[in-house]
């Protein structure tokens, strides 16, 4: 039987991920990533117009490096993680990339649901504990330029992903370093590049 390429043929009753073509999967894949990013986005605006664009960035830098109370009214929240951390140990979880090294942190930023079916990016894996990681290609800072928002867009590229990137390669080893090489700048061939290095 041939792979589904989509789901606009008959009902399956059975219907398994394995039915379907490994284009047909990196479409699911990308269309997770579109809505964990854009509820994010949803929320951020919806703070932005009720409390204003500075509660809205304190707030979205909270969810992504704060750390949660693990309580709220009778509530017990799964762990006490950030967002940041949340996105990194379940994607290591379920890829079992499970290494303290440059070469593992990259792995899991090809999987990840935001950056690997959304982002084009290149890995130059210099060794295991040193490589440079580049962002040709980022929609989000397109939209975030597109909509004229230069405050969103350094506090996402250089707040939240410098802190972010800071974070995630301290998850695998903290002797790692995330460097920023170059951050967006209108106009440039590539959205971003990142150096991670254990020395």
Not at 29 to 55: C, H, P, R, S
Not at 93 to 112: C, T, Y
Not at 173 to 178: L, V, Y
Request: charged share 30%; hydrophobic share 35%.
């Amino acid at each position: 039987m041939s792979l589904m390429k989509d789901y606009s043929g008959k009902f399956k009753p059975d219907l398994q991920l394995r039915d379907f073509s490994e284009d047909a999967l990196r479409r699911l894949w990308k269309v997770g990533g579109d809505l964990y990013t854009g509820f994010q986005e949803l929320w951020v605006e919806a703070i932005k117009e009720k409390f204003g664009e500075q509660t809205a960035i304190e707030l979205s830098g909270r969810v992504w490096m704060g750390k949660p109370k693990t309580e709220r009214k009778g509530f017990k929240l799964r762990g006490n993680e950030n967002g940041t951390e949340r996105q990194v140990r379940v994607t290591r979880e379920a890829f079992n990339i499970m290494g303290d090294d440059v070469e593992s942190l990259f792995k899991q930023l090809q999987v990840d649901c935001t950056m690997g079916p959304n982002v084009e990016a290149e890995f130059d894996l210099k060794d295991k504990n040193h490589g440079i990681y580049t962002v040709i290609k980022c929609p989000y800072l397109d939209q975030l330029w597109e909509a004229g928002d230069d405050v969103m867009q350094k506090h996402v590229c250089e707040e939240l992903d410098g802190l972010g990137f800071e974070l995630t390669a301290h998850q695998y080893n903290p002797k790692m370093q995330a460097i920023p090489l170059k951050l967006p700048v209108k106009g440039s061939k590539i959205a971003c590049q990142w150096e991670f290095k254990i020395e």
